[in-house]
């Protein structure tokens, strides 16, 4: 069994910075953030592998950043001048095969983090 637990989300202005943060409670080599607004599919974000090389959508790299830190079992996603259609409630997702951007590879889910960006 693995627990995450997201944290860092807030309400901000558009063009703010938010960092997010998502507590593991093991060491997992691949994991990711996600991504969901109502009435639409899980987007993934970007994931990690466990030496630090991390994928991110190729619309988002140009501001959002994906870091760990192994020591203490901790992913971060660092958010750059955020839009309001970053809206949306973010998860982190761990336990899987491979660096992927699809749910499907990920065996294990955090509750999830509200983030609100105004315009």
């Known amino acids: 069994q693995v627990q995450l637990k997201e944290s860092g989300g807030e309400s901000v202005q558009a063009g703010g910075s938010l960092k997010l943060s998502c507590s593991i409670s093991r060491y997992t080599y691949f994991m990711a953030w996600f991504r969901q607004t109502p009435g639409k599919e899980r987007e993934g974000i970007g994931c990690i592998g466990g030496h630090g090389t991390a994928i991110v959508r190729q619309s988002l790299k140009d501001r959002f950043t994906i870091s760990r830190d192994n020591a203490d079992f901790t992913l971060f996603l660092q958010m750059n001048s955020l839009k309001p259609e970053d809206t949306a409630i973010y998860y982190c997702?761990?336990?899987?095969?491979?660096?992927?951007?699809?749910?499907?590879?990920?065996?294990?889910w955090g509750q999830g983090t509200q983030v609100t960006v105004s315009s």
């Open positions: 997702a761990a336990v899987s095969s491979e660096c992927s951007l699809e749910q499907d590879p990920y065996e294990y």
